[in-house]
Nanobody, 114 residues
Framework: QVQLVESGGGLVQPGGSLRLSCAAS????????VHWYRQAPGKQRELVAS???????NYADSVKGRFTISRDNAKNTVYLQMNSLKPEDTAVYYC????????WGQGTQVTVSS
């Protein structure tokens, strides 16, 4: 059974940092591209960052230079380091991968507010 579990969200002030984790079981991240998405209230879910099996990364323009996606294959975990956070980064963050179908985690709330 494939399961993705996100953690690391919370409340942070503008300019602060958080590191999100996405831990997988039942599937190997080393052979799958992994994505981070986010969904703010009243908005569509949007792609934030991706990391391929070769380690190539891609970012949404809105987070380039502030967010970093990385992977620890030994821990079967993907991270999203978020720096210089802004109020508009407030959202539920989800990780996703694909095998026989798309698999999503349950999401972790990130709130950026003073």
């Amino acid at each position: 059974q494939v399961q993705l579990v996100e953690s690391g969200g919370g409340l942070v002030q503008p300019g602060g940092s958080l590191r999100l984790s996405c831990a997988a079981s039942g599937i190997s991240f080393s052979i799958n591209t992994v994505h981070w998405y986010r969904q703010a209230p009243g908005k569509q879910r949007e792609l934030v960052a991706s990391i391929t099996t070769s380690g190539r990364t891609n970012y949404a323009d809105s987070v380039k230079g502030r967010f970093t996606i990385s992977r620890d294959n030994a821990k079967n975990t993907v991270y999203l380091q978020m720096n210089s956070l802004k109020p508009e980064d407030t959202a539920v963050y989800y990780c996703k991968t694909h095998w026989d179908r798309d698999y999503w985690g349950q999401g972790t709330q990130v709130t950026v507010s003073s």
